[in-house]
C-alpha cells in the first residue's frame, strides 16, 4: 500500500501546485491515513514546498489500527517529536518555514482557533492559507484496495448480525443486545465497530442515533438495529427492522412497507451523474406522500469509508453529482412518537447501469421478519 498512498499524496500534491503551490499540512485523523496509512493519534503530514512529505508524530508507543510504516521506499520521512505535550502540528509548521516555505495550506476545518493562532505564533514569517476539503473530496472516490475494505466490513457485518436473530431476543436489554453484537463484529475479525451500535425496541425504534437503554424486549415491539463493522479502518453501515412475536400488527405492516418503497426508490437512483438532492428526493417523495414529511431526518443517506458520515451527504440542499465508485448508505426512516418506527438502512457502491448498476455491500435481508 506504501505506493497507493505515494501516489495520493503526489495527486494532491498536483492539485496544490495548480492553485499557487507552498506546502500543506494534514491534519484531521482521516486524512493522514488516508495519504500515509498511518492511524497514530496527534501525528500530522507535511507535504513540503520543496516535495519532501514528513509525518510528524508525538513520542508514545505506536497505536491504531496498523502500527506506522517503517522503510523509505514510498518517500515518507518519519519524525517522533521528542517530549511530552508537543503539538505535532505546531511543529510542521516550523518545520515548513526552515525549509524555506513562503506559504502553508492547512485544514481549517479540522483546527481550533487556538491551535490556529499556535501555528501562526510558531512560524511568523509564515503564510497561513485554508487547504479547504482538498483531501476530502480525494477520498471520495474509493480504489479497489478501499472496495475490498469495504466488503469486508459488511461481510462481516451481515455475520454478526444474522447471528443475533438465530438467538432468543425477549426479555433481553437494548443495552445487553447492543453489547452481544459489537462482540460479534470482534469475533469475525472487525477491528472494531463503525460506529456506536444503537438497538431499540418498542416506542424507541425507529429513532435515529438512539443509545441502547435497560428497556427490555417485549413481544410486540419492533426491533431496530443500526450498526456496522470496521476492518482495516473502513467502515460499512447496516439498519434493519424486525417484530418481536409471531407475527406484525397491520399498522407495523404498513409502515414497513412504506419505509421500505422508499429506500428501494433511494437506491434505485444511484448512478453516475445522479445530483445529491436527486437520491434524497427519491427516497423522500414516497414518505411525504404518505404524510410523514415532518418526521423525516435532514439526510436519508452519506458517504462511508475512513469514516461514517463522510461526503458526500445526501440531502435537500446537498449539492454535487454522484461518481462512480463512490460508497453511500441509503437509509430512511420513520419515527412515530410513543409508538415507534421503522430504520432499513444499506451501504452501496454507485456502479454505472452498464456494469449492473449500485453494488449492494449489505446483503442481510430486508423481508419484514417475526422474531
Not at 48 to 74: F, I, K, N, V
Not at 276 to 287: E, K
Amino acid at each position: 500500500m506504501s505506493e497507493v498512498h505515494a501516489a495520493r499524496r503526489s495527486r494532491l500534491r498536483d492539485r496544490r501546485t495548480t492553485a499557487g503551490g507552498g506546502a500543506v499540512l494534514v491534519s484531521r485523523p482521516a486524512n493522514v491515513r488516508y495519504l500515509t496509512g498511518c492511524s497514530l493519534p496527534g501525528a500530522v503530514l507535511l507535504l513540503g514546498a520543496d516535495g519532501r512529505d514528513t509525518l510528524l508524530r508525538p513520542p508514545g508507543p505506536a497505536a491504531g489500527d496498523h502500527a506506522e510504516p517503517s522503510g523509505a521506499a514510498d518517500g515518507l520521512y518519519r519524525v517522533t517529536l521528542p517530549g511530552d505535550g508537543v503539538d505535532a502540528a505546531v511543529a510542521a509548521a516550523g518545520l515548513a518555514a526552515s525549509r524555506g516555505a513562503a506559504a502553508l495550506a492547512v485544514e481549517e476545518h479540522d483546527l481550533s482557533v487556538a491551535r490556529h493562532r499556535a501555528l501562526a505564533s510558531a512560524a511568523p514569517g509564515l503564510r497561513l492559507a485554508d487547504l479547504g476539503r482538498a483531501v476530502e473530496q480525494q477520498r471520495l472516490v474509493k480504489d479497489e484496495e478501499e472496495l475490498a475494505a469495504l466488503r469486508t466490513a459488511a461481510e462481516i457485518t451481515d455475520h454478526a448480525l444474522g447471528e443475533l436473530l438465530e438467538s432468543i431476543l425477549v426479555g433481553r436489554t437494548e443495552r445487553h443486545l447492543a453489547l452481544e453484537l459489537e462482540r460479534r463484529l470482534m469475533d469475525h475479525g472487525a477491528d472494531g465497530p463503525a460506529f456506536p451500535t444503537s438497538v431499540a425496541t418498542g416506542r424507541n425504534s425507529g429513532l435515529a442515533g438512539h443509545r441502547p437503554t435497560d428497556r427490555r424486549v417485549e413481544e410486540g415491539d419492533f426491533l431496530t438495529v443500526r450498526m456496522g463493522a470496521r476492518y482495516h479502518g473502513y467502515r460499512c453501515q447496516i439498519g434493519r427492522t424486525f417484530v418481536i412475536g409471531p407475527a406484525p400488527a397491520d399498522w407495523q405492516v404498513e409502515l414497513y412497507e412504506l419505509v421500505f418503497a422508499a429506500q428501494r426508490a433511494g437506491r434505485e437512483a444511484l448512478a453516475p451523474g445522479a445530483e445529491y438532492r436527486g437520491v434524497d428526493r427519491a427516497a423522500r417523495q414516497p414518505l411525504e406522500a404518505a404524510g410523514y414529511g415532518e418526521l423525516l431526518e435532514a439526510a436519508t443517506g452519506h458517504g462511508v469509508g475512513l469514516e461514517i458520515g463522510e461526503d458526500p451527504r445526501l440531502s435537500p440542499a446537498a449539492m454535487g453529482k454522484l461518481d462512480a465508485c463512490v460508497p453511500v448508505t441509503v437509509g430512511p426512516g420513520v419515527h412515530l412518537p410513543g409508538r415507534g418506527g421503522v430504520r432499513i438502512d444499506d451501504t452501496l457502491v454507485v456502479r454505472p447501469q452498464a456494469d449492473g448498476g449500485p453494488e449492494l455491500l449489505t446483503i442481510t435481508t430486508k423481508e419484514l421478519l417475526a422474531l
